[in-house]
């Protein structure tokens, strides 16, 4: 049977997203924005509603939901701020090499702590000069009796200043690629991690992305996920599972840009009449909306398939990228419904077109995502 209808269980859980997003989220999302600010607050009550950590099992104190469901609160939560809406799924990427790689007893320690209490984990996957190219990552993870010693510097870490713990991937084999990659968890607080420095950020302000230096870092071997050379599967089957959640944003910030058009086309006036009565407004508006939708259909398709057990690699990159050019294309043409409005800071609109650009560069560019989707393509 197929159904395009969310369950009930799943319209509650968007109305409810959908009234926290209105009170917390929308009316803190310019300041955040404005001034680079991470909402540890606003994250924190998303926590205590059941927001956040989501599709971690009930056995280690999470959601326990699917994936579908998480891409129903991300859009949501991006629909209010994409920025903002960092620090409520960041989470969601640090968590899976865990639940994928981890042990019994990792789980419960490291995803235990992040249902505990309010906390957030980051993902360290891309340095200064291997972002793409991840396979090609330098920094080490020496073992020395009972412990490894990690040296190198991670970029890009969203929520990096954050965080209470990092998963974190480095090599153990240098110079056999993606083969010496391996995973670990490296808590915030252990010798040697100092944050760098904050980006200075185009768009997504308030998700605090910083770099991050890791100076003969002494972690135990029960901090490693999985064995030795397994990390760089570990990290692509995350991205089987997050990417989802990036589209479902793009969705967010779409949606956003495309209710933000409609309300003001019908209010402001050209030529006597509502921009509305123009065919060449009717038009972008429709498409649009067409766009937004598909991109939504896309998205839950490759959520979907996660829950249902399936191997989804083509159609999360799919879904990641037509929603993030989708959010791209349609925040772009919300500007030029505002017109000379819609490069003000004092309408919305501008923040999308700033918050959009980043959803087709992060989790894997858009050129990742077509190559990933070729490959299915002509070799299987
Ligand atoms: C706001 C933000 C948050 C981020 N958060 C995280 C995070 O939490 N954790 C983390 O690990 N990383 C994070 N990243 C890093 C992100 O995943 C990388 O920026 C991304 O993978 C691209 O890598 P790069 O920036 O090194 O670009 P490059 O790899 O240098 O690419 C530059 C350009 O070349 C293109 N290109 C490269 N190789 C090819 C190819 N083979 N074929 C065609 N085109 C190619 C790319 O598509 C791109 O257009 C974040 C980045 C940003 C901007």
Not at 202 to 215: C, K, L, W
Not at 247 to 268: D, F, K, N, T
Request: proline share 3%; net charge negative.
């Amino acid at each position: 049977m197929v159904s395009f209808a969310l369950s009930e269980e799943q319209q509650m859980l968007e109305a409810m997203t959908r009234e926290f997003v209105a009170n917390e989220v929308i009316p803190a999302a310019e300041h955040h924005d404005r001034d680079g600010l991470y909402p540890t607050e606003i994250a924190a009550k998303a926590f205590e509603l059941g927001l956040m950590n989501i599709t971690i099992a009930d056995a280690y104190g999470g959601g326990d939901l699917g994936h579908m469901e998480e891409a129903i609160i991300t859009e949501e939560l991006a629909y209010g701020c994409a920025g903002m809406a960092i620090s409520m799924t960041v989470n969601n990427l640090s968590s899976v090499p865990i639940q994928i790689g981890g042990t019994e007893e990792q789980k419960q320690k490291w995803l235990g702590m992040l249902t505990e209490e309010h906390c957030t984990a980051s993902y360290c996957l891309s340095e200064p000069d291997a972002g793409s190219d991840a396979a090609g990552l330098r920094t080490t993870a020496v073992l020395q009796g009972d412990h490894y010693v990690i040296n190198g510097t991670k970029a890009w870490v969203s929520g990096g200043a954050h965080s209470r713990f990092f998963t974190l991937f480095a090599t153990t084999d240098p110079g056999s690629g993606y083969e010496g990659i391996t995973c670990f968890v490296i808590p915030a607080d252990a010798e040697g991690v100092e944050i760098g420095k904050k980006e200075d950020m185009m768009g997504q302000r308030a998700s605090n992305t910083v770099f991050i230096n890791f100076q003969d870092v002494k972690v135990p071997v029960e901090n490693r996920i999985g064995d030795e050379g397994k990390g760089f599967q570990i990290a692509m089957k995350t991205f089987d599972r997050t990417r989802p959640g990036v589209a479902a944003a793009a969705v967010g910030i779409g949606r956003r840009a495309l209710e933000e058009s409609v309300r003001y086309a019908q209010e402001r006036k050209a030529f006597g009449k509502p921009i509305a009565r123009q065919q060449a407004i009717q038009f972008m508006l429709a498409d649009m909306a067409r766009d937004v939708e598909a991109a939504r259909l896309l998205t839950y398709q490759s959520a979907w398939m996660i829950d249902q057990g399936t191997r989804n690699t083509k159609q999360c990159s799919m879904a990641k990228c037509f929603a993030g050019d989708m959010a791209m294309r349609v925040s772009t043409d919300a500007v030029q419904v505002f017109g000379g409005y819609g490069y003000s800071k004092e309408y919305p609109v501008e923040k999308l077109m700033r918050d959009a650009k980043v959803m087709q560069i992060y989790e894997g560019t858009n050129q990742i995502q077509r190559i990933i989707i070729a490959r299915h393509l002509l070799e299987g």
